[in-house]
């Protein structure tokens, strides 16, 4: 049976990362990537939509030890992709990678101190078991079998074409074709000004807007900064201009939520002019950053719209037709291809049964630890990009902590380590405080995050700096157990 050191579980942004961090701070441990996949990308591997490109920039979403080289600071599906996989190639992390490798079951023994993996290895499932002394999941938290399909009253009798964005087929041709999308969110308001390019006409249908922002591709501050000072020293300083300014507008958002309403708002109605209904199709019900901004590189998306290649109906659909979608209003979309951009379904670590000392472990029933470790589950972590910022510069920082902590144990000869809440003064809370659908459908599964630190979730990227990078390893809440104490235990 194989034994490693450390298992991660996924080889996307995270996975990659998480090997970086490992290779730097813990260069004697022994470690492995298990992808359930055939490649390396994750997200940006499986999502090939038209149009699919990062919701965040480049110089927050890329990674803190290698600089994103492009002047784009909205980057395409394929670009982010090829620039995870030459990450991986660059440092030696892809020789780590066990490709078709997905995890089943996962059992953490203290005894052994160690879990104990199952694995389906290649596409006739092979069972294999592999041993580690900490799991770290790097595995997103969402379903990559399928995205999220409601039911559609009448959907069998439509004569066209249903696809959803996340099993985009390849063989698909819109080209003159009426498409419908159904949804607002960021895959929507992506896919609708790609297709529009060459279909006859595109309609984005949402029951409700959603905030959209118009953003450049390229930022002159940070091509400025290209041209005049190394590679490495203009990436940081973009980075974090980029990083204070995100969370300058967050902030903003909470404090003066109808200010930063009316800013956005204005903007549509300054690309879609004066007649246009913005009232009715661009100004949600909710507050800026209740749920994620949606990003039009370079206005794409009210462009299509001018240009009248696109439209928005805003209202809910009664039911399927032969020839299209007929709405509650009495109206009717004809449509030859229907687009159901309507989410995701939330899987958290991948699926995987985890067990400690024999009994299931029911997430929703811990409490997430400094948002990278959970209540009374030893020797685990895993990794959650936040959802005001790019996933990636939580990514940085929860590696980085893991491999501190692995050191850490290591020199002071801990076995495993497990966080302990035992504060009668921390009240339990939602995992996050965020009202897009597929949070709100998963929240039941989802763990709980406290009242007050270390257990509190802020989706705060310099609060979290100085905690996770920084801050010392050995929190009260952490219950260290040495290599000695189980011998003696036996």
């Not at 030459?86 to 101190?113: C, L, N, P």
């Not at 497990?418 to 921390?426: A, E, K, M, W």
Request: glycine content about 8%; hydrophobic content about 40%; aromatic content about 12%.
């Amino acid at each position: 049976m194989e034994h490693f050191d450390v298992v991660i579980v996924g080889a996307g942004l995270s996975g990659i990362d998480a090997g970086y961090h490992l290779q730097v701070y813990c260069p004697g441990k022994s470690y492995a990537i298990l992808e359930a996949r055939g490649a390396i990308g994750g997200t940006w591997d499986l999502f090939r939509y038209p149009g699919v490109r990062s919701d965040s920039d480049m110089y927050t979403f890329g990674y803190s030890f290698r600089p994103w080289q492009s002047d784009a600071a909205i980057a395409e599906g394929a670009a982010i992709r090829s620039y995870i996989r030459e990450t991986a190639q660059v440092y030696g992390i892809d020789r780590k990678i066990r490709f078709r490798h997905r995890v089943t079951r996962a059992a953490w023994s203290s005894a052994d101190a160690r879990w104990t993996l199952e694995i389906e290895r290649g596409e006739a499932r092979e069972p294999l078991t592999v041993t580690c002394n900490f799991l770290f999941g790097c595995t997103g938290y969402y379903d990559y079998a399928a995205g999220y399909l409601p039911e559609f009253p009448g959907i069998g009798v439509f004569r066209g074409r249903v696809v959803h964005p996340q099993q985009w087929p390849e063989d698909i041709d819109y080209a003159g074709k009426r498409v419908v999308v159904i949804g607002s969110g960021a895959t929507a308001v992506t896919i609708v000004p790609a297709i529009a390019r060459t279909a006859a006409h595109v309609t984005m249908l949402q029951r409700s807007p959603t905030y959209i922002v118009a953003l450049p591709t390229r930022n002159a501050f940070a091509s400025w900064l290209r041209r005049h000072l190394p590679v490495r020293a203009a990436y940081a300083i973009a980075r974090w201009c980029f990083v204070l300014f995100g969370i300058y507008v967050f902030r903003r958002a909470r404090r003066k939520p109808e200010a930063v309403r009316r800013w956005i708002v204005n903007q549509a109605r300054e690309h879609l002019g004066a007649d246009y209904d913005v009232e009715t199709h661009f100004t949600p019900r909710y507050n800026p950053w209740d749920q994620r901004l949606c990003i039009a590189p370079d206005g794409d998306f009210f462009r299509a719209i001018k240009a009248g290649k696109a439209d928005v109906a805003t209202d809910t659909i009664e039911t399927f037709t032969p020839a299209g979608i007929r709405l509650q209003s009495g109206g009717e979309l004809k449509a030859d291809i229907v687009v159901t951009a309507t989410g995701l379904n939330l899987q958290l670590l991948g699926g995987i049964q985890a067990m400690v000392d024999g009994k299931p472990v029911k997430l929703s029933d811990t409490m997430n630890f400094k948002g990278v470790m959970f209540s009374d589950v030893p020797n685990f972590a895993a990794v959650f990009g936040y959802t005001n910022a790019s996933w990636t510069l939580k990514s940085d920082l929860t590696c980085a902590y893991v491999a501190r902590l692995i050191d850490y144990m290591d020199k002071h000869h801990y076995a495993w380590c497990v966080p302990r809440q035992r504060d009668p003064s921390v009240k339990a809370e939602p995992f996050v405080d965020f009202s897009s659908g597929y949070f709100q459908r998963a929240r039941d599964r989802l763990p709980r995050q406290g009242s007050k630190r270390p257990w509190r979730l802020y989706q705060n990227y310099l609060r979290d700096l100085l905690t996770l990078r920084y801050g010392a390893v050995n929190d009260r809440a952490l219950e260290f157990v040495r290599q000695s104490d189980l011998v003696k235990a036996a």
